[in-house]
């Protein structure tokens, strides 16, 4: 049964055919709680009038503690401001008043998810979240942010760990090229099992690379980006987590929608920055922004990005600006340019290279210890590539 909260008095009416005969309508929030402990309900509905911060305030409380149950809100008007404060909240999916057919899909993908995360939990599998989350951002192109994502993915899935690496650059993801795959299928894919996505879907879209690291590749056309929604992220994120036990998150250099949802779910906020004013600026203000739509902060690593330039800036410099100290340092290197064009993962390619070393640390220390690996002995006894610059 479906619960529409809703002030208007012909609502019911109005959505009745989208939302189903047995749909009940409640005008306060309090009146919420008695329905659902007076029948089995899978599904809330928000009405456009209804305050967003009420409605956000509901879904959060019932992510928490009726994960199962779906939330979507209806608005006279869609903006970004709004559906980020939505999605962050749990609601589901965010749809225009007026737009039937799309209320209609909304409510069949809400349903269908409903009913398989009911089946995981009745199979005693919880919500499926074992798998650790860690995505790469950087505000600003060009400053390594694939490489690291790739031979990070690489290495982790090299010391045994099932390990997914998503190209969320969803226009414009250099993923699949830089470890010389051509895969057949893409994220794109996964459209077409919005609302009812399962690990064997899954399965079927990736690519396998030798080093045993499944890859889910951007779209080979930048036109299908369009047409991924940010729901869809939140719904791959989840199925991978029971999957996986790292999945690593390759993303645009913008706080997109999609980056947004899954930095949300990130375990792990990998940001990267390189020794120069406009990468270093741009990053500040991608985390003020994180800061301001309440992401933690827990989580975040500064990764500095060929850090031995000599371009008169320092590292110091860098902690300074962006009010957070580095946590790892990757040198240059001529060998890392040669490993893209020839579509390897340096780090398995080259493991003595320096900055293969540095990525393993990086590995290591801020990621496989942060959850309780147990590290080689050799890998501890490292000299630290890390330093505070304080």
């Not at 209804?50 to 503690?65: P, S, V």
């Not at 690379?209 to 499944?214: I, K, N």
């Not at 406009?278 to 690593?301: F, W």
Request: with cysteine; glycine share 8%; hydrophobic share 45%.
């Amino acid at each position: 049964m479906t619960i529409l909260w809703d002030l208007d008095p012909r609502s019911l009416d109005t959505h009745r055919y989208a939302l189903g005969a047995d749909t009940v309508q409640v005008t306060a929030a309090g009146q919420i709680d008695l329905a659902l402990h007076e029948g089995t309900h899978r599904l809330i509905v928000i009405g456009p009038d209804i305050d967003l911060d009420a409605a956000c305030a509901l879904a959060e409380f019932q992510r928490i503690h009726r994960p199962e149950l779906g939330v979507l809100l209806l608005r006279h008007r869609v903006d970004v401001t709004t559906l980020s404060h939505a999605l962050r909240s749990g609601v589901r999916e965010v749809i225009t008043l007026g737009d039937q057919t799309a209320l209609t899909d909304a409510v069949r993908r809400s349903l269908q998810l409903t009913a398989q995360l009911a089946g995981h939990t009745a199979n005693g599998n919880g919500a499926q979240s074992d798998g650790r989350v860690i995505t790469v951002f950087s505000a600003k192109g060009g400053v390594g942010k694939t490489t690291i994502a790739t031979n990070l993915a690489a290495y982790l899935a090299s010391t045994g760990s099932r390990t997914l690496i998503v190209d969320l650059d969803l226009m414009f993801g250099d993923v699949a090229i830089s470890l010389q795959l051509a895969p057949e299928h893409s994220i794109g894919d996964l459209m077409a099992m919005s609302g009812h996505l399962d690990a064997e879907g899954l399965t079927s879209v990736v690519t396998r690379h030798d080093s045993g690291l499944d890859v889910l590749a951007a779209p080979a056309d930048p036109g299908v980006a369009d047409r991924v929604p940010a729901a869809l992220a939140d719904e791959l994120i989840r199925v991978a987590r029971g999957s996986y036990d790292y999945i690593v998150v390759d993303t645009p250099p913008s706080l997109t929608e999609h980056v947004l949802t899954v930095c949300d779910h990130s375990d792990i906020t990998l940001l990267i920055a390189t020794l120069d004013i406009p990468a270093i600026k741009n990053l500040r203000v991608a985390m003020s922004a994180l800061d301001t739509l309440g992401t933690s902060q827990e989580g975040r690593v500064v990764v500095l990005n060929r850090a031995d330039a000599n371009v008169g800036l320092k590292p110091g410099d860098v902690e300074v600006a962006l009010k957070h100290s580095i946590n790892g340092q990757i040198p240059s290197s001529q060998a890392v340019p040669a490993s893209i064009n020839r579509g390897v993962a340096l780090v398995l390619d080259d493991p003595r290279s320096p900055v293969s070393a540095a990525i393993r640390e990086l590995a290591d220390r801020e990621v496989r210890a942060r959850f309780g690996e147990e590290i080689a002995p050799e890998a501890k006894r490292r000299p630290s590539l890390f330093r505070s610059h304080k």
